[in-house]
Nanobody, 118 residues
Framework: QVQLVESGGGLVQAGGSLKLSCTAS????????MGWYRQAPGKQRELVAD???????HYAPSVNGRFTIIRDNAKNTVYLQMNSLKPEDTAVYYC????????????WGQGTQVTVSS
């Protein structure tokens, strides 16, 4: 079993910053990818950023240059530093971990609300 616990969401003014964190516990493996999705009301869940076990990163075009994803493998933790926030960044942000093995499995955090006011 793998559990993901998120923190760091909140309410900020446009142009502000937030840092999300997500820590995995349980039967984790070094062979995994971690990242963040978000879902705004009435919209599809979309990938925001992800990072592989080797440190390779990918960002959605809408956040590239504003958000940074970092992982600490020793702590099984992934962070999302969000700068220059915009109202359109408002969403519930979900951390995920994909464990690679004989059977690939996805695990999800509980979600944390990020609200950016104009």
């Amino acid at each position: 079993q793998v559990q993901l616990v998120e923190s760091g969401g909140g309410l900020v003014q446009a142009g502000g910053s937030l840092k999300l964190s997500c820590t995995a516990s349980g039967s984790t493996s070094s062979a995994n990818d971690m990242g963040w999705y978000r879902q705004a009301p009435g919209k599809q869940r979309e990938l925001v950023a992800d990072i592989g076990s080797g440190g390779q990163t990918h960002y959605a075009p809408s956040v590239n240059g504003r958000f940074t994803i970092i992982r600490d493998n020793a702590k099984n933790t992934v962070y999302l530093q969000m700068n220059s926030l915009k109202p359109e960044d408002t969403a519930v942000y979900y951390c995920y971990l994909r464990s690679w093995g004989d059977i690939n499995r996805d695990y999800w955090g509980q979600g944390t609300q990020v609200t950016v006011s104009s």
